[in-house]
């Protein structure tokens, strides 16, 4: 440690966390000791390739081709998902698939290629394998889609886990997205990116990488197809992204690269190949479906840390009801807690808390708890207690409890990777419920532990159960997270079997969707950080997680009052729209900034539960078929290769296109246009793309366009459900769907399909039912008529 070092001790983190001082330093060291007992030493190393084809055996969609230093399996699903894994590996186990592994295709077959090499042909994708290794990912039609090198291993002369590297290539054309949450995206330019979930220890902004929600998933879009590959495995690693050029140099295409090292685990990898909608229809009946929130959570949400007690609470949320401000949802963070304690309540600050949750509920507000994983290590604490009982806690090599310093002081960590762990900590969720809770938000669960220097979260020496197969940190870091949410939802489903939990993290990993969804974290307050507010959700939403939102406002600092309105004019059409902020960060009530922003957070306010029902119709559609509420422009033409490159807009659903203004004084925006007419919801003029269009933006509002034809479910006057159609173009059927839903519990509601054709001035609407189409059951109101 030099004296940089030492610096960085006594304000490492910023907020909160100078007050940690020495101990931070301290847990450094100690983390430090533990990794020099506990990890292997990396000596001599073997390399090795897989050498040359030896002979195949077919099988179950695909089979076993043999080289004479690895075996390959190849697997292609009944649903069109390609699995290949190296040394024999097959799909499972994996935190990532949900349940069994898929159904293998009957009808695909194993052949020989030409050249001594084999091919496995189904009928959406062929897969051609060298006689040295190599694979290719083809269309039915031949066009190749990916090309993987043969891999390379570093095995330790002296045993270990494997270094791998996997080289890919891709069209010149391709565009590259996801990874999980990045905040320089959504498109991933020429870069390195990390697969190591981490809490930056700061408000981040677009520069800052990696962050709390990695993943090894890319979606791949290009004019031939669009594709997702996902590497299974859980370990450190990078992806370095080269984008390609057509006509490069000598007038060839210079292809797209990619290169995956990873530190351990087995290479093995899902790709999928069709369209974007395709593409996620098939990664969530892999991955598991996305939990869907009760309708509350789709509506406006507050938190702060600091409320100060239940007065303070109290005095906020009349300060929405006294100014017609519609809120569903009241959070708790971290300093509602008993010394920082989880699952404890500062009785001081709180006395009769459930008193407060029941009086909130009735006028239409649920409270929110935060969760942290990190117990603190002191006899007497309930929870700390009944963990040691079990022994629960996540022990170094040595046999020792591994102790982190958090917010409540030094700190063990339940080893989420062990079933009996997860079943433990499910029931904690027990206090919660009684004291009025509705949902909860896990937070530090990359999870982190303060530290002066070197990285904040465990040794990786730590030992983990990993579900009876034995691990360690490097193997368990990336899921631990994910392990958690599904304690949590699991423990919720089983305490309250008649609601949907609410369960959102900060960090995850590939499959997080089946317990719930992520926020951003600690986005930092200023136009950068809200440029990274959007690229998050829609990268996650590329990943199969269709369920998150930043903190409105940003985490840190005092927004001005133009940027905080302009970030919650965005929030109004993100699928979590929570304010936020921390410890000494500015407040985030609406009136805090003026009468003019007031005026203009009320009408986006009222927007957002205007469009409630179409929220919770792209919940029910995100879990029956993975895609995202919010997505990128090119969803529906991917192969329109200016919308690919169009990262200050997004689609809601298929029928709002939505434009934010996201940097300072702009009183006009341009918006690109997918095909087709769209219209102004405002002042209902049409404008048709493909094209660029200049708006108004006034502070009022930003720009919103829906699509002609559109059927969108909207709130009406009179809280009933209404259909807000709007002119579809003559000669042309446009249409919708709509999901009507109890609110919470687990019945699945019918989809309800609309049509709309144009006859003359007229707008005809029909409900189309399996015995034939029938008048609409609700109030239909047509606009863009003129």
Sequence with gaps: MDGRDLVRSVSVGGSGRAAQGLRTVRAAWRRRRIDAAGLPRRGAERARVPGRVLGAEPGPGGGVIRFSRSDLRITVTVSGAVFWGWDGAGPQPSYALAGAAPEPDPRAVLEPDKDGGWRVVAERVTVVVSRHGALQVCTPGGVVLRREMPPRWWEPADGGPARWLQRSEVAADARFFGLGGRASGPRLREGVYRLWNTDPGRAFGPGDDPLYVTMPVQLVVADAASHLVFHDTTWDGTVSLWEGEEGAGSGHDRAGRCELRMDGGPLRCWVMVGTPARVLLTWASLTGAPALPPAWALGHQHARWGFGGEQEVRRVVAGYQERDLPLDAVHLDVDHYDGHRVFTVDRER?????????????????????????????????????????????????????????????????????????????????????????????????????????????????????????????????????????????????????????????????????????????????????????????????????????????????????????????????????????????????????????????????????????????????????????????????????????????????????????????????????????????????????????????????????????????????????????????????????????????????????????????????????????????????????
């Design 350 to 786: 709180y006395p009769k808390l459930p008193v407060l949750a029941e009086e909130l509920r009735r006028d239409g507000v649920r409270l929110v708890s935060i969760v942290d994983p990190a117990v603190k290590a002191v006899p007497g604490d309930a929870v700390y207690d009944s963990g040691s009982a079990l022994d629960a806690f996540v022990r170094d090599g040595s046999g020792r409890r591994v102790r982190g310093e958090v917010w409540a002081g030094e700190s063990v960590f339940p080893d989420f990777t062990h079933a009996r762990v997860r079943k433990w900590w499910g029931g904690l969720y027990e206090e919660r419920l009684g004291q009025g809770f509705a949902g909860f938000w896990h937070d530090m669960n990359e999870p982190t532990s303060f530290s002066a220097f070197g990285e904040t979260t465990l040794p990786r020496s730590a030992r983990h159960a990993v579900e009876g197969r034995g691990g360690d940190h490097r193997e368990a870091h990336n899921v631990y997270a994910l392990c958690m949410a599904r304690a949590g939802y699991e423990g919720l489903r089983e305490l309250s079997p008649q609601e949907r939990p609410f369960v959102f993290s900060r960090s995850g990993w590939a499959g997080m969707q089946r317990y719930g969804g992520t926020w951003s974290g600690d986005v930092a307050t200023g136009w950068p950080g809200l440029r990274a507010s959007l690229s998050l959700v829609l990268g996650l939403g590329l990943c199969g997680v269709p369920y998150s939102g930043p903190d409105v406002g940003g985490h840190d600092g005092s927004p001005s009052p133009e940027l905080y309105l302009r970030w919650f004019q965005l929030g109004a059409y993100l699928p979590l729209f929570r304010t936020h902020a921390g410890p000494r960060a500015g407040r985030r009530e609406p009136w805090e900034f003026g009468a003019e922003v007031l005026g203009h957070a009320r009408a986006a306010l009222l927007e957002r539960r205007r469009l409630l029902p179409y929220f919770v119709t792209l919940a029910h559609l995100a879990r029956r078929t993975g895609a995202p509420y919010v997505r990128p422009l090119w969803w529906g033409s991917p192969e329109d290769r200016a919308l690919r490159d169009c990262e200050d807009a997004f689609l809601l659903g298929d029928q709002l296109l939505v434009a934010p203004v996201l940097g300072p004084g702009a009183g006009r925006r341009a918006v690109r246009l997918p095909r087709g007419r769209w219209y102004d919801t405002v002042t209902e003029e049409a404008y048709e793309g493909p094209g660029r269009v200049v708006l108004d933006t006034p502070l009022s509002r930003i720009p919103v366009l829906a699509r002609a034809g559109a059927v969108v479910p909207v709130r009406g006057a009179d809280g009933e459900l209404e259909l807000e159609v709007w002119a579809p173009v003559a000669g042309r059927t446009g249409g919708g769907l709509v999901v009507r839903d109890a609110g919470d519990g687990w019945a699945e509601p019918e989809i309800e399909r609309y049509a709309a054709r144009r006859q003359g001035r007229r707008v005809v609407v029909t409900w189309e039912r399996e015995d034939g189409a029938a008048a609409p059951p609700h109030p239909v109101r047509v606009r863009g008529l003129g």
